[in-house]
Nanobody, 127 residues
Framework: QWPLVESGGGLVQPGGSLRLSCTVS????????MGWFRQAPGKEREFVAA????????RYADSVKGRFAISRDNAKNMVYLQMNGLKPEDTAVYYC????????????????????WGQGTQVTVSS
């Protein structure tokens, strides 16, 4: 009964695309800013992208700007991460997370600001 469940990961060749989905349950999505993080073997959990409660404001890690796009559909309780131009260094487990900040502008980059996490979905970029 995870409140956040990721899907859409898999194996893709360099330059390819994937769209990750995060299905939210047990809480109302529009009360939370949402983020995507990733963690590769031997590395700390890394910020990827965040979107504010309304979806108006977004923030991206420099490493993915211009390639990834975060979006949300509060009515459907869904969050997405469109990943284009994938590189081998994008290989990681990707996690969806929820941030209960009261600010309408919030797009936090720190994992510690997020209270709820999914179990992750593996993305592997390799030829």
């Amino acid at each position: 009964q995870w409140p956040l469940v990721e899907s859409g990961g898999g194996l893709v060749q360099p330059g390819g695309s994937l769209r990750l989905s995060c299905t939210v349950s047990r809480f109302t999505l529009d009360y939370y800013a949402m983020g995507w993080f990733r963690q590769a073997p031997g590395k700390e959990r890394e910020f990827v992208a965040a979107v504010s409660k309304s979806g108006i404001f977004t923030r991206y890690a420099d490493s993915v700007k211009g390639r990834f796009a975060i979006s949300r559909d509060n009515a459907k309780n869904m969050v997405y991460l469109q990943m284009n131009g994938l590189k081998p260094e994008d290989t990681a487990v990707y996690y969806c997370a929820a941030d209960p900040s009261p600010s309408t502008y919030t797009t936090n980059t720190s994992p510690s600001r997020y209270d709820y996490w999914g179990q992750g979905t593996q993305v592997t970029v390799s030829s």
